[in-house]
């Protein structure tokens, strides 16, 4: 089983959409999560953390749900500008970031 | 205020040929991760360096790969005898300490790539 899981998608959406990014990860231990961006041959860029009681930062959200291992991605009023690939991250022992293989976005006007 | 640092950012090499990647990483970082992407696929976690020190290579190939992070200069991820399948973009990131605090937030920053061509 991989480590961290999420459905690489794409997701093809029409501008003003609501989308939601699901992962889920393996290790019971884990303590700090994340939500990168990258964009096609660019190198992964920190979009946000991850809290137990769920963050939100403009038109995105996050939420962690530690007893199913579960973590999620809002994006509402989707832009062109959202159309990238989104990387659910899992800080492992030693404080190495562990990736899923990505969830792609393309959103269409 | 620079970033992370990566060259060369694209290379081209024959199979059976050495490759070697160098990051330098952000001014007053200490730890540098590798991580290796192939096409459509997710970062995978290679190796963890400390200058003189390797932390973490749980992610490294057992042969023809190494890295090292002297105490001086860049960081170097080392690719003997290539074959297409190293073929892939090599991320380099960098951080001030080892983030191991739980909601310590998250001071690691990507360098943009070198992408290895092996023909």
């Known amino acids: 089983r991989k480590e961290v899981e999420q459905d690489p998608g794409p997701f093809n959406v029409p501008e003003g959409a609501t989308v939601a990014f699901n992962c889920t990860y393996s290790?019971?231990?884990?303590?700090?999560f994340f939500w990168y961006r990258q964009d096609c041959r660019k190198e992964p860029k920190l979009l946000m953390s991850?809290?137990?009681s769920g963050n939100e930062d403009g038109r995105f959200t996050a939420q962690l749900n530690r007893a199913s291992q579960y973590i999620s991605l809002l994006i509402r009023d989707s832009k062109l500008s959202d159309s990238a690939t989104y990387l659910c991250?899992?800080?492992?022992?030693?404080?190495?970031?562990?990736f899923g293989q990505g969830t792609t976005l393309q959103v269409k006007p | 205020n620079a970033g992370v640092m990566q060259n060369p950012r694209h290379l081209v090499r024959r199979r059976g040929q050495e490759a070697r990647l160098r990051c330098s990483p952000m001014?007053?970082?200490?730890?540098v991760y590798w991580y290796r992407q192939l096409p459509e696929e997710g970062l995978k976690f290679m190796v963890y360096?400390?200058?003189?020190?390797?932390?973490?290579e749980s992610g490294m190939p057992k042969e023809r790969f190494s890295a090292e992070f002297p105490k001086e200069g860049p960081s170097i991820l080392r690719i003997q005898q290539v074959v297409r399948g190293d073929s892939a973009a090599y991320f380099c990131?960098?951080?001030?300490?080892?983030?191991?605090?739980?909601?310590?937030?998250?001071?690691?920053?990507f360098g943009e790539g070198s992408w290895l061509t092996v023909v």
């Open positions: 990131a960098s951080s001030p300490r080892q983030q191991t605090e739980p909601l310590s937030g998250n001071t690691i920053y």
């Open positions: 290790n019971s231990a884990s303590q700090s």
């Open positions: 991850v809290y137990s």
């Open positions: 991250v899992v800080r492992g022992n030693t404080g190495k970031l562990i």
């Open positions: 001014k007053g970082h200490s730890h």
């Open positions: 360096l400390q200058k003189e020190n390797i932390i973490d």
